[in-house]
């Protein structure tokens, strides 16, 4: 009877440990969001003379990535309340055939990210002027912590603004749509310009930017090889700009801007 009864404790303490371990990594899958956003909230405000928060992180274990939903950053020390940054989403995951490959590398992909520069937001602070190259550096390096060999942007706005004149300068750059690989020099390592940039967007004025390039972002100063073009513009789209700086304004007309650097 004693033999019996050893068994079956014996044959219940082997069902209580697979079941105890798949029960913590439920409470542990649970809680990772949380810990992960807490983490990346830290990791903002970590940035001298800015603030900011994400309201979710999402998990996507299978693929090795976590999507960050409403990240929003804020100059402590400015006159508005519009955000530096505000980036609705965020998807950061494992790119696989560099994986395979034997090197663990990452693709960002962005929807709808803004970009806001106000002027006197950024002329009126004192302690933002601290968060220099090493702080952001060291922030996006913390979220992400392995190399960037894709980052995709999907109709991103970028905006200038200046309050103080009359009328308000309002520059800006719209539908952004921005492909940049090999960011962190993990392939093709023997070429002069291993990263790669390519970007569309409609500008004020109802403008086509295009803009091509290739760079090195490992050095101080980066070397890059970049062509630039603004097409079609209508010229009465940048009066506001023409009269607060040249005193002139435009009638009708079309703008265009080529360059190279």
């Known amino acids: 009877m004693n033999a019996k009864r050893k068994r079956r404790h014996l044959k219940k303490k082997r069902y209580i440990i697979p079941v105890s371990i ?14 992960v956003k807490n983490y990346v909230n830290k990791t903002l405000n970590n ?3 800015y603030s900011g928060h994400v309201e979710d992180i999402d998990l996507a274990l299978w693929r090795g990535a976590y999507t960050i939903d409403g990240l929003i950053l804020i100059n402590e020390e400015a006159q508005t309340d519009t955000p530096l940054l505000d980036f609705p989403k ?3 995951s494992i790119e696989w055939r560099s994986l395979l490959k034997g090197k663990v ?9 803004k970009f806001n520069y106000i002027f006197e937001d950024q002329q009126d602070s004192t302690s933002a002027e ?9 922030a996006l390096t913390d979220l992400v912590p392995i190399d960037i060999n894709r980052l995709q942007i999907y109709d991103g706005a970028a905006n200038f603004v200046q309050l ?3 009328p308000e300068l309002d520059m800006f750059m719209q539908k952004i749509n921005l492909q940049a690989t090999n960011l962190s020099n993990v392939v093709n390592t023997e070429k002069k310009l291993p990263s790669n940039i390519k970007a569309t967007a409609i500008s004020i004025g109802n403008g086509n930017v295009n803009l091509n390039g290739n760079l090195n972002l490992l050095k101080e100063i980066p070397d890059i090889d970049l062509d630039f073009s603004l097409e079609k513009a209508n010229a009465t789209g940048i009066n506001d700009l023409t009269r607060q700086y040249a005193g002139v304004d435009f009638e009708s007309g079309t703008f265009e801007l080529y360059s190279e650097v």
Do not use: C
């Open 22 to 35: 798949i029960v913590a990594l439920i409470i542990f899958r649970l809680f990772l969001p949380l810990i």
């Open 47 to 49: 940035i001298p003379g």
């Open 90 to 92: 965020t998807d950061i």
């Open 105 to 113: 590398v990452s693709e960002i992909e962005m929807q709808s990210p």
């Open 130 to 138: 601290n968060a220099d190259a090493e702080d952001w550096t060291k």
């Open 164 to 166: 103080s004149t009359d």
